[in-house]
């Protein structure tokens, strides 16, 4: 056999395999095993839903308060941030809250999502994903932020009648 390789035959790397011949996470070769790590698996889905236009944040409102208040003091906020996954062998199954901008059609946030999502975990790290279970926590408002500050609660502390 010749020694040299075709153009596609070089840009064709070889997906390693486990034993039973399927894409996984303990990714066996000849040379070596690879190991991928669930914070990994949720890092890439958390990036990936965010690159989705209409999604405007990521985690429940408990999640999303203590991410400020880490940003407040200069701290970063995590990409797995709304993120749970499972990960076994040869499949990862994955978990998001979201927060949807006003106006958005969720249903076809949520097909753009689980697509994004699917696309990039598979590429990335050799997973079949299974389930991509998406729950909608919120809706964001245009000018939310700016009403969260005095003006808004001095409203809410009126009574609403006179």
Do not use: W
């Given at each position: 056999?010749?020694?040299?390789?075709?153009?596609?035959?070089?840009?064709?790397?070889?997906?390693?395999?486990?034993?039973?011949?399927?894409?996984?996470?303990?990714?066996?070769?000849?040379?070596?095993?690879?190991?991928?790590?669930?914070?990994?698996?949720?890092?890439?889905?958390?990036?990936?839903?965010?690159?989705?236009?209409?999604?405007?944040?990521?985690g429940?409102?408990?999640?999303?308060?203590?991410?400020?208040?880490?940003?407040?003091?200069?701290?970063?906020?995590?990409?797995?941030?709304?993120v749970?996954?499972?990960?076994?062998?040869?499949?990862?199954?994955?978990?998001?809250?979201?927060?949807?901008?006003?106006?958005?059609?969720?249903?076809?946030?949520?097909?753009?999502v689980?697509?994004?999502?699917?696309?990039?975990?598979?590429?990335?790290?050799?997973?079949?994903?299974?389930?991509?279970?998406?729950?909608?926590?919120?809706?964001?408002?245009?000018?939310?932020?700016?009403?969260?500050?005095?003006?808004?609660?001095?409203q809410?502390?009126?009574?609403?009648?006179?």
């Amino acid at each position: 056999m010749s020694d040299i390789q075709t153009a596609s035959q070089t840009a064709s790397v070889p997906r390693a395999r486990t034993e039973s011949g399927a894409p996984g996470t303990s990714l066996v070769t000849e040379r070596g095993t690879t190991s991928i790590d669930d914070g990994v698996v949720a890092k890439i889905a958390g990036l990936a839903a965010r690159e989705v236009s209409g999604v405007y944040d990521m985690g429940a409102g408990a999640a999303r308060a203590f991410g400020s208040v880490r940003g407040m003091v200069g701290g970063e906020r995590s990409p797995a941030q709304g993120v749970s996954v499972e990960v076994g062998e040869r499949q990862a199954a994955v978990d998001l809250e979201l927060v949807a901008e006003y106006g958005t059609a969720i249903p076809d946030l949520a097909a753009a999502v689980r697509k994004n999502v699917i696309n990039a975990v598979e590429r990335m790290c050799g997973l079949e994903v299974t389930e991509v279970n998406i729950r909608v926590d919120d809706v964001h408002l245009p000018g939310q932020e700016r009403q969260q500050g005095g003006e808004g609660e001095q409203q809410q502390q009126e009574p609403r009648v006179q």
